[in-house]
């Protein structure tokens, strides 16, 4: 059964940093490019960092420059530095792989976690 776990969220101030933790056990990152997504209160998910299965990172403009992705293959983990956090990055974060994994002809995503930033 494919898990996706992410940790690591929480509350803090603006201009604040924290970490997120995404455990794929059942995800080969050797032929899988993986993402971070997040949905904002009242937004569609969005992928806002995405990492390939040969290194290569891309952000979208809002977080460019603010946060950074990184993964260890063999931890099956995937991992979100946030820095300079902004009220508006409040959202929950999803990890997943690009494009997002489909189980029985259904997406499927984790739990998420949930980061707050309050202003």
């Known amino acids: 059964q494919v898990q996706l776990v992410e940790s690591g969220g929480g509350s803090v101030q603006a201009g604040g940093s924290l970490s997120l933790t995404c455990v794929a056990p059942?995800?080969?990152?050797?032929?899988?490019?993986m993402g971070w997504y997040r949905q904002g209160p009242g937004k569609q998910r969005e992928l806002v960092a995405s990492?390939?299965?040969?290194?290569?990172?891309n952000f979208a403009s809002s977080v460019k420059g603010r946060l950074a992705i990184s993964a260890d293959a063999a931890k099956k983990t995937v991992y979100l530095l946030m820095n300079s956090l902004k009220a508006e990055d409040t959202a929950v974060y999803y990890c997943?792989?690009?494009?997002?994994?489909?189980?029985?002809?259904?997406?499927?995503w984790g739990q998420g976690t949930q980061v707050t930033v309050s202003s």
């Open positions: 997943n792989t690009i494009p997002g994994l489909i189980i029985n002809g259904r997406p499927y």
């Open positions: 059942q995800i080969d990152f050797r032929f899988n490019d």
């Open positions: 990492l390939t299965s040969s290194g290569i990172t």
